[in-house]
């Protein structure tokens, strides 16, 4: 049976755990081929294995986006050696929170290289192979699927960067989207709540004491990769420009 992302190409960025690994089994399940870019290579050989045994076609891209020639070499590869590219979820991310007033300097040049620099380097290079592929078969349209986060919408005392990087990526996301909207590549925003993944884990120890808690109910990874589903499975004429998507209980 005819799936609806059959011979496309997609690549997901931070694919080697939580979102952006189940983005990859999902849009694989859907008929993509899937090239998956993160620093840890074992954990993609696994993923890819997975997809592989399932039928699916995947691409194991060993990269640290934040440096520009392996983001750009990260997007040259999956057209290289896939073919094309259809879709780019913009996903790796990091999540440093505390103070900004005890807050390692590096702490935050790590948001801004990953969250902001190497989405950016990682948008940049396919933006011509998204074009091209939305000006030719197999769906006449392309997406790029920036994530953000619900920080991107709200500011909160101790995620000051954070904040910084998320808000950054939903106002280019939205800039972005009006520049390419007639030219069939869709640009979206998808703005998670608390959803369990190693994010908070990369946290220092007394900041994920004060976190303790914090969190109540999560989300799962599959449930963020199926709101990135919908979006790149509607019909041409239909751009869903953002989804915002918290847990049931989750206030604010
Ligand atoms: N979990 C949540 O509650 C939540 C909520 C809102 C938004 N988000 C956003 O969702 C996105 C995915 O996060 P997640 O929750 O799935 O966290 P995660 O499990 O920690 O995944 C982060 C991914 O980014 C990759 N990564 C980190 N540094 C990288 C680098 N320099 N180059 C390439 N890849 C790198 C990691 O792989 P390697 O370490 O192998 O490189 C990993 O695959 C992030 O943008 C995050 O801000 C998450």
Not at 52 to 74: F, K, M, N, S, W
Not at 185 to 198: C, I, Y
């Amino acid at each position: 049976m005819a799936r609806p992302l059959d011979g496309t190409v997609a690549l997901v960025t931070g694919a080697s755990s939580g979102i952006g690994a189940a983005a990859g089994v999902a849009l694989a399940a859907q008929g993509a081929s899937v090239a998956l870019a993160a620093r840890r290579k074992d954990r993609l050989e696994a993923l890819a294995a997975d997809i592989r045994g399932q039928g699916g076609t995947a691409l194991v891209i060993e990269a640290d986006i934040t440096d520009e020639q392996q983001a750009t070499g990260a997007v040259e590869r999956t057209v290289a050696e896939l073919g094309r590219l259809d879709t780019l979820i913009n996903n790796a991310g990091v999540m440093l929170l505390g103070p900004a007033a005890q807050a390692p300097l590096s702490e935050w040049q790590r948001m801004v290289d990953l969250n902001v620099l190497g989405l950016l380097y990682c948008a940049h290079a396919a933006t011509p192979h998204l074009l091209h592929a939305a000006d030719n078969d197999p769906r006449h349209v392309a997406d790029m699927v920036n994530i953000s986060s619900v920080a991107g919408r709200a500011a909160r005392l101790g995620s000051s960067v954070y904040n910084l990087t998320k808000f950054g990526v939903g106002a280019f996301s939205e800039s972005m989207r009006q520049e390419f909207a007639k030219r069939y590549l869709r640009v979206s925003l998808v703005e998670p709540g608390a959803t369990a993944t190693e994010l908070a884990s990369h946290n220092r120890p007394e900041v994920l004491e004060s976190l303790r808690g914090q969190f109540g109910q999560r989300m799962t990874a599959e449930d963020i990769a199926d709101a990135i589903t919908y979006i790149i499975t509607r019909p041409r004429h239909v751009a869903v420009n953002e989804i915002l998507i918290r847990p049931t209980e989750q206030e604010r």
